[in-house]
């Protein structure tokens, strides 16, 4: 099982190094940066459970970092705890929790305190994290739970591992409204396809972004991944602008400020299946996926990949 992970933002060693070994004795596990930009940075690469943030912060301080990250569509849910001084204004704990902080703590702090208001906001956070709040289809917890059940029971499975190319462009370009309308409807796609072809303990789970993961057998990966395919190319012109629906790309800055062409969008689908190896445990099964989705990326257009590799036995 793997610990939850809490990044710990502060610039003043002893209330560090405090938070730190306090959250490492109740059993997580504990990263510590100094200032935002580095909190920024690691909070994207690996989607901590909890950030704590130190309101006194270089840089760029603890507020400012508050926004940033509830404007992060990649963070923005993640459980915020401020840390404050004593004699930090009342208005500036209110306006810390106005721009996203979930609770606080005033510093000194005792142990007994950050523990509890840990462990009471990773709860929350999980309750929260068992549904999309915006398909309202179930969540990567459910889904591991579900990967689980089918792991144990024996019987041929297969999971299919849907994801948008060139979405983040589309964000970007469209803003974040027109992209929740595209994932609504990757969703009903996907749905529909289950609902024609699937069976009827067939799961489909939401993992956030654009990754959809839909499990299922063998027997009924084709069906669905040409029909999705198929009304995915068909109606995802709709959501552009006539007259990039007519060049057939769009114009973005990338973060350099250089302008770069993106086409259309297209849908790769990565299949895995328990027919030809072992697949033993959850984290096996997304090495799996991923590995086969980055194959699926480098092909052009909208593809469906499935991993045939046979597994070796070698006796002793």
């Known amino acids: 099982m793997n610990l939850k992970q809490i990044l710990v933002v502060s610039a003043d060693d002893e209330t560090g190094k405090l938070a730190e070994t306090t959250l490492q004795l109740d059993g997580y596990s504990v990263i510590r940066v100094p200032d935002s930009p580095a909190a920024l940075e690691y909070a994207r690469v690996h989607k901590p459970d909890m950030i704590i943030v130190d309101i006194d912060l270089p840089r760029m301080e603890g507020l400012a970092l508050n926004r940033r990250i509830r404007h992060d569509r990649e963070i923005h849910s993640i459980p915020i705890i401020m840390l404050t001084g004593a004699r930090t204004h009342p208005e500036d704990r209110l306006a810390g929790l106005k721009l996203g902080a979930d609770d606080y703590l005033l510093k000194p702090f005792v142990p007994q305190d950050l523990s509890i208001k840990v462990s009471r906001l990773i709860i929350r956070g999980e309750e929260h994290r068992a549904f999309s709040p915006l398909t309202r289809l179930p969540g990567n917890y459910a889904l591991e739970a579900e990967i689980a059940r089918r792991i144990e029971s024996k019987k041929a499975f297969a999971a299919c591992y849907f994801d948008l190319d060139d979405f983040r462009q589309f964000n970007d370009h469209y803003g974040y409204e027109q992209g929740d309308r595209v994932l609504r ?132």
Not at 206 to 224: E, R, Y
Not at 235 to 263: A, M, W
Not at 289 to 309: F, T
Request: aromatic letters at 10%; charged letters at 25%; a neutral charge.
């Open 185 to 316: 409807f990757l969703s009903m796609i996907i749905t529909g396809a289950k609902n024609q072809w699937g069976n009827k303990e067939d799961f489909l789970a939401h993992l956030g972004g654009d990754d959809f993961v839909l499990a299922t057998t063998p027997d009924k990966v084709k069906a669905m991944c040409d029909q999705v395919i198929h009304e995915f190319n068909h109606i995802i012109p709709d959501y552009y602008e006539e007259q990039d629906r007519k060049r057939g790309f769009i114009t973005v800055l990338n973060r350099k400020g250089e302008s770069r062409q993106f086409p259309l969008m297209t849908i790769s689908v990565a299949v895995a299946s328990n027919e030809n190896y072992s697949i033993r445990h959850y984290a096996q099964l997304l090495d799996i996926l991923n590995e086969m989705k980055h194959y699926a990326k480098r092909q052009p257009g909208s593809v469906w990949i499935k991993d045939r590799r046979q597994q070796t036995i070698t006796k002793e």
